[in-house]
Each structure stands twice: as C-alpha cells, then as structure tokens.
C-alpha cells in the first residue's frame, strides 16, 4: 500500500443524492491510494484487504467531502468586505480594476496571493476555479503556490483588450500571444493539481476578434473556460449593445464557440438572468453554473432562480465569488443559498420552492466538484478529499438529541468560517 491508504473514524457526512444526506455516527472511511473505498459502520464491514490499514482517530468531529469553490477572483481577495454599497459596472470601474493592475508588480502579487492561499488551505474548500489578473508572472506564481499547497485547481490568465482602463487594457494580439506564453510556461511544469482555464473576463472587456481567437484554441486544445453571465441588467444590455446580432448573452457566447459548444467544460459565474433560451443554450452544452449569492446580494445584481436551474436538469456549483462576495467560506455560501431561495421563493416565484440544506451541500460537494472529475463524495471511486470539523465547543442544551447532519447544518450557520481542523486531498493531508 502506499502511504496515502488509511482510515478515518469519525462522524461522516455525504450526499446520498441531491435531496438526501447519508450519515454515519463513529463510521469509518477508507482511504485507499487516495481514492476512497466508502463508508462502514463497522470495521469487520470494510473489505478485509482494507482492514489493517492505520486509523486516523476524529471520533466526535465531523468529516465531510472536500468542498468545490467554482468562481472566485483571487486579486479581488484582498479587499473583500470593502466596498458593497455598489452595482457590479461601478464596483468594477472604482475599486475592482484598479487594484487588479497593481498585480503588474510582481512583489506585490507574491505577498497578496501568498495570504490568498494559505488562508484557502484553512478552509473547508479543496478545489476552486479562480480568475488571476491579466499579467502571466502575477498568474504563474499563483499556480505555483496553490500547487505547492496541495489544492486543487483550475487558474487562469484574464483576457481584456477593451473597455477596460489603460493599465489593464491589452492590444488584442499581444492578449492572444500573452495567453500562449503562459499555456506554454505551465505545461513545462508538469503540474499535479493545478490546470490553466481560458478566462475572457466578459463580453464586454473581450473584442470580437479577441473571442473568436480564443474558440479556435479551444477547438484546437479542448481546454476548459470560465466567465461571467447575466449576472447583473445594466450588463446584459450592455451586451446587447456590443453584439446587436445575438438573441441573448449565451448566444453571444455560443457564436464565439465559448460556451461549451465544442465539448469543453465551461463554467458561466451567476445566471442570475438568464432566459428560457439561454438555459437551454445551458443545458444542450453542459454548462456548469457557478451560483454565487453572497455576491449577487452584496453588489446588488438579483437572486439567481437556482430551483429552476435543478429542476431543468443544469450543472450547479457554490461560488464565493470574492470580492463581491465576503467570505472564502462554502459552508457560509450554502447558508447564502439557503436564504437567497427563499426570497426567490417569497418575493419572486412562489412556485419555486426554497432549497433545502441537503441540496445545498449536495451543490457544494458533488455539484461542484463534478467540474473536476469524481470529487465531492466519500462513494467508492472518488478521490478522497476530506475534511474534519470540530463543533465539541459550540454549546447546545440539545447536543445529544442532533444527528451529524444536524450537527452539521447548525455548524454552517454558527461557526461555518472558522478554520478546519484537517484536510486531505486526494489522500495527502494538508492540515
């Protein structure tokens, strides 16, 4: 066996599917050659070529698959908490870009995305999908210190050759040949964890040609992309502007080949209004949907309609979405989701039934975590990220009388962004 085989004992939490939780008080998980083998109430259950292997002792802790963040700024880190008494165009205008072209430093980028990290390797997420800033050294050294780090991750160089402010923006060519260097950089590096995305920040701030380049790499390398859609009105007329041809902003995407529509896997932050024709544009290409609701409450840009989205059949993951939203934490982001559905549920749709916590975690862990690969489960199979939680000093007169789950719910919404105890990734520990 190699070293990274083992048991957890513990409480231990997992989706069952998206409407169910599946729980076990002083179970056990098997690690094996970081993959998980499942879950046992007992140690004589577990196969008997498992059975020798250590035990690693959390008995009264929680243990829960590694979270997925799907859509996060890592340049933006640094002032969440800051500045949320605006909409996304003025909050991008003010704050947003400014502080995103003093990564140009590379001194500056090292100390601020060093804090980045290390405080993402204390909290329940064990892969993410960030956005860097356009500049390749500031992008390079943030893959090089999450790899490090042991995450897991997709990062990826930002594309931005118009309305965007001098210092950030490129000459369209040298955008397209900047995005090569760095693809040609990091494939040299033979990373373990971490992957580059394409990353044009939105329509808006990518030209025509910009687009059309970045859908012929696609079609030539089949990498991944991520962006921004229908997150807030002014954006999506603004769009309309811009591409007067497109029936919506997914169309617009779709005609540059860069929503999925060759087969990659893209990831479009927010949706939160998109139409009946863009979700099916969603669904027909596999799109996975990074919902955001801190963010979308903090810079005023609406409630994602997240019950229709499940309930169409789409791809939905968690988003802290840093800077608009405050908190690196997925278990407060499921909390988020819970509140924001039921104002859907209440002041928009009430047809639309609010989600339920086991859906939420569900879309924190397997949801997300499907962007991935087999991430998000303790089902045999999937690589074995785990985390432990401790809630012994969370004090309750009704302590004895919850279920794990219970615990657990009550501990996202009280202490949801406190450190972890441990993590694993793939079965190395990391904390």
């Known amino acids: 066996m190699k070293n990274n085989s083992f048991i957890i004992k513990g409480d231990i939490i997992y989706s069952k599917s998206k409407m169910e939780l599946s729980w076990y008080k002083d ?8 993959v998980s083998r499942g879950v046992y109430g007992d140690l004589s259950d577990i196969p008997e070529s498992c059975r020798t292997l250590p035990i690693e002792d959390h008995t009264g802790k929680l243990v829960i698959p590694g979270m997925t963040d799907l859509h996060l700024h890592a340049p933006q880190y640094g002032f969440r908490g ?3 008494d605006m909409e996304l165009l003025d909050w991008l205008n003010i704050h947003t870009f400014p502080e995103e072209a003093r990564y140009a430093d590379s001194a500056y980028a090292k100390e601020a995305y060093a804090i980045f990290v290390d405080d993402m390797l204390h909290t329940a997420t064990t892969s993410f999908a960030a956005f860097s800033s356009i500049h390749v050294p500031a ?3 943030l893959m090089d210190l999450t790899e490090e780090s042991g995450l897991r991750a997709y990062i990826g160089k930002v594309n ?26 990091v494939k040299e590096r033979n990373y373990q964890n971490v992957r580059p995305i394409l990353t044009p920040r939105f329509i808006p701030s990518c030209t025509d040609e910009l687009m059309e380049k970045l859908g012929e790499l696609i079609r030539e390398t089949g990498l991944p992309l991520q962006s921004h859609l229908s997150e807030n009105r002014s954006e999506i007329s ?11 902003y997914g169309d617009a995407y779709e005609h540059f ?31 996975f949907i990074a919902h955001s609701p801190s963010s979308n409450n903090n810079i005023a840009s609406g409630i994602a309609p997240v019950r229709k989205y499940l309930e169409k059949g789409l791809n ?20 988020d989701a819970l509140t924001a559905s039921k104002l859907y549920w209440r002041l928009v749709d009430e047809t639309a039934k609010p989600l339920t916590f086991p859906e939420v975690f569900y879309l924190g862990t397997v949801g997300g975590g499907a962007f991935f690969g087999k991430t998000g489960s303790f089902e045999e199979g999937y690589a074995f990220d785990a985390v432990v939680l401790s809630d012994e000093d969370l004090r309750t007169p009704l302590k004895d009388r919850l279920d794990p789950a219970e615990r657990l719910e009550r501990y996202c919404y009280v202490a949801g ?11 190395r520990k990391l904390l």
């Open 27 to 34: 179970g056990y998980l098997v690690c094996e050659d970081g």
């Open 82 to 84: 800051l500045w949320g």
């Open 139 to 141: 992008t390079e050294l």
């Open 160 to 185: 931005m050759d118009r309305n965007s402010p001098d210092e950030l923006r490129e000459i369209t060519e040298g955008s397209f040949s900047e995005t090569l260097r760095w693809l040609s950089d």
């Open 238 to 248: 603004w769009v309309k502007e811009l591409c007067p041809w497109s029936q919506s």
């Open 257 to 287: 080949h860069c929503l999925g529509d060759l087969g990659n896997r893209t990831i479009m932050a927010h949706c939160v209004w998109s139409g009946d024709q863009e979700v099916e544009l969603m669904k027909k290409n596999g799109v």
């Open 316 to 335: 939905v993951g968690l988003a802290t979405d840093m800077s608009g939203g405050t908190t690196a934490s997925i278990l407060r982001i499921m909390t």
């Open 417 to 427: 962004e406190r450190p972890v105890d441990h993590k694993y990734v793939s079965g």
